[in-house]
């Protein structure tokens, strides 16, 4: 089926296997050669799990980047080595006096971009060797922090000493990590206890198909409608058009000129992804801003505008 080689699955995850399982797991039951997911989730969490088929494992590095949304439960009063439920407790505090207001103004706290330290039993690597490797033989070295954001954290309930939130943030946030650093708010510690990923971008938790609907839709025809073709899946990038006669050149990754140029939106910021459109508004290529709105009037006709990232025809 040649549609699915440049499609997207947006699959649910179920707690228990790896990301990396469930890949492998679409790869047989579909047939096709390559397949690549869209931001790991743990063993533990479940939800929203874009994989990328075949050609279309292209486009990952234009997905990943994506904002996140997850629904989190996280229990005070303990700590654990993982930061999770699936490890070993090792610290305690008292939440008896944390109230949901208490909670709330903590959650607000966490709005806003910040630095996160990456948590030891994690996929982030040391001289090539996985933290978690490390962390399993007792090991424990110093992360440097990275650069995340929260665009929204919100209070859903509290029951007992469990808080349940709905946090939107940028790609690379660990919200195990963010649960425990919310425990040293509140000064009680805390741990994540469950974590479902509600949305990746386009991708929503209402439109995943699990693996057995995966493989039903395979057998009885209706694959097709279910997966997301790359022009949706890439849709959230402006889209600009050249002239018929460099059309050609565009296959070869050839750079885009100013006299090239068709059609293109309003604003144009260096370093910013492009998609452009061909016929039938297929996306032969995904390609890079090289100047700035404010100088592409003075360009010269054969001056160059956007550089190739990724041809897709």
């Known amino acids: 089926m040649s549609f699915t080689l440049n499609s997207v699955v947006n699959l649910f995850k179920p707690i228990g ?15 096709v ?21 075949n050609r279309s494992t292209r486009i990952i590095q234009f997905l990943s980047p994506l904002q996140k949304t997850y629904r989190a439960t996280l229990e005070l009063g303990s700590s654990t080595d993982t930061q999770d439920a699936t490890g070993q407790k090792i610290s305690f505090g008292d939440s008896s006096l944390v109230t949901d207001s208490k909670v709330k ?32 033989n007792g090991i424990n070295i110093p ?10 954290i919100d209070f859903i309930k509290k029951e007992g000493a469990q808080v349940f939130f709905e946090v939107r943030c940028s790609a690379g946030t660990y919200i195990r990590t963010l649960s425990h650093d919310i425990g040293e708010k509140l000064g009680c510690c805390a741990h994540m206890v469950s974590l479902t990923r509600t949305q990746v971008g386009l991708f929503d938790l ?11 839709a395979n057998e009885d025809g209706s694959l097709c409608e279910k997966l997301f073709p790359l022009e949706e899946a890439l849709n959230f990038l402006p889209a600009i058009r050249v002239k018929e006669e460099y059309l050609e050149s565009i296959s070869h990754g050839v750079a885009l000129s100013k006299c090239s140029l068709d059609d293109l939106p309003d604003q144009l910021k260096m370093g910013h992804y492009f998609r452009v459109l061909g016929n039938n508004d297929k996306i ?15 360009l010269a006709p054969e001056d160059i505008v956007f550089k190739a990232k990724r041809v897709l025809c």
């Not at 296997?17 to 047939?31: E, H, I, Q, Y």
């Not at 390559?34 to 088929?53: F, N, Q, R, S």
């Not at 709005?111 to 982030?124: C, E, F, L, N, T």
């Not at 992360?143 to 929204?152: F, L, Q």
Request: glycine residues 6%.
């Open 105 to 136: 103004q903590a959650l607000q706290a966490f709005v806003g971009q910040q630095d996160q330290i990456p948590p030891m039993y994690s996929a982030k690597k040391k001289n090539g060797i996985p933290l978690y490797k490390l962390a399993r």
């Open 17 to 31: 296997p790896t990301s990396f399982d469930m890949v492998w797991s679409v790869r047989k039951a579909l047939g």
């Open 143 to 152: 992360r440097e922090p990275v650069k995340i954001t929260v665009y929204s």
């Open 33 to 53: 050669k390559k397949a690549g997911h869209i931001g790991t989730l743990d063993p533990m969490a479940e939800g929203v799990l874009p994989i990328c088929l």
């Open 284 to 298: 032969l290529a995904v390609v890079e801003a090289v100047v700035n709105q404010d100088s592409y009037t003075s």
């Open 206 to 216: 209402e439109r995943t198909l699990t693996l057995e609907e995966l493989k039903a």
